[in-house]
């Protein structure tokens, strides 16, 4: 097999003259040998966990052109911060058929233990959004009470709300802002883990309303 490894590091680790990659390394190394796996690699330095990483996405397309045949990562919080991020990335490997390894929790889901821990792992997830889509709903709800629903304020951050109103002004479309917002695991004002187009339009009519 030809695995892809993969190497992050936060702006934090990478500070503290670069702990954590050599040991990634050696570890993906070793399992490389171990099973005679052939390897390249590829490293997101100083980057966080909470969105899929320029170098994590050259390896996913890699993965889904048939480039490759896995992922080998050493941490699963290498991989992702998120639960949900995640099982996105594992659902994906199951769906098109490529292997992930994650080393410190002996999750290979070219294995039947590995993919028993791929349900757990998706069950926890599915918990996370069902957590969050309640809260989200709660919240809309005290709102409503409070008036102030649909009024001055929109539901979406407003540093995601910048980043839609610059996106859209420097020529990016409306469906695919909505894309790359999904991509990266922003969540919808209503929970939900995918933006409509509708969505996105709607928040940069009102928000450019509200500035004329």
């Known amino acids: 097999m030809h695995m892809i490894g993969y190497i992050r590091v936060s702006t934090e680790e990478q500070e503290r003259s670069g702990l954590g990659?050599?040991?990634?390394?050696?570890?993906?190394?070793?399992?490389c040998e171990r099973r005679g796996w052939t390897a390249e690699f590829v490293a997101d330095l100083g980057r966080?966990?909470?969105?899929?990483?320029?170098?994590?996405?050259?390896?996913?397309?890699?993965?889904?052109?048939?480039q490759a045949d896995g992922l080998m990562v050493s941490k699963l919080d290498r991989l992702a911060r998120s639960v949900r991020?995640?099982?996105?990335?594992?659902?994906?490997?199951q769906e098109r058929g490529w292997n992930l390894v994650v080393l410190d929790n002996a999750l290979d889901l070219s294995t039947p233990g590995g993919r028993?821990?791929?349900?757990?792992?998706?069950?926890?997830?599915e918990l996370e959004r069902d957590l969050i889509s309640t809260?989200?709903?709660?919240?809309?709800?005290?709102?409503?009470?409070r008036g102030d629903l649909n009024g001055r304020r929109s539901a979406i951050p407003a540093g995601l709300l910048r980043r839609i109103v610059l996106s859209r002004e420097a020529g990016a479309s409306f469906s695919r802002?909505?894309?790359?917002?999904?991509?990266?695991?922003?969540?919808?004002?209503?929970g939900l883990d995918i933006w409509q187009e509708s969505t996105?339009?709607?928040?940069?009519?009102a928000t450019t309303r509200t500035e004329a």
């Open 200 to 205: 996105v339009r709607r928040a940069y009519a």
């Open 48 to 66: 966080s966990g909470k969105e899929v990483n320029p170098q994590l996405r050259h390896a996913l397309d890699l993965l889904a052109s048939g």
């Open 85 to 93: 991020h995640a099982s996105a990335i594992i659902n994906d490997a």
């Open 116 to 125: 028993a821990m791929a349900n757990m792992l998706a069950t926890f997830a």
């Open 135 to 145: 809260r989200t709903k709660e919240a809309l709800a005290a709102r409503a009470r």
């Open 21 to 31: 990659v050599e040991a990634q390394q050696e570890a993906l190394d070793a399992e």
């Open 177 to 190: 802002i909505a894309r790359e917002l999904t991509a990266e695991g922003f969540l919808s004002p209503t």
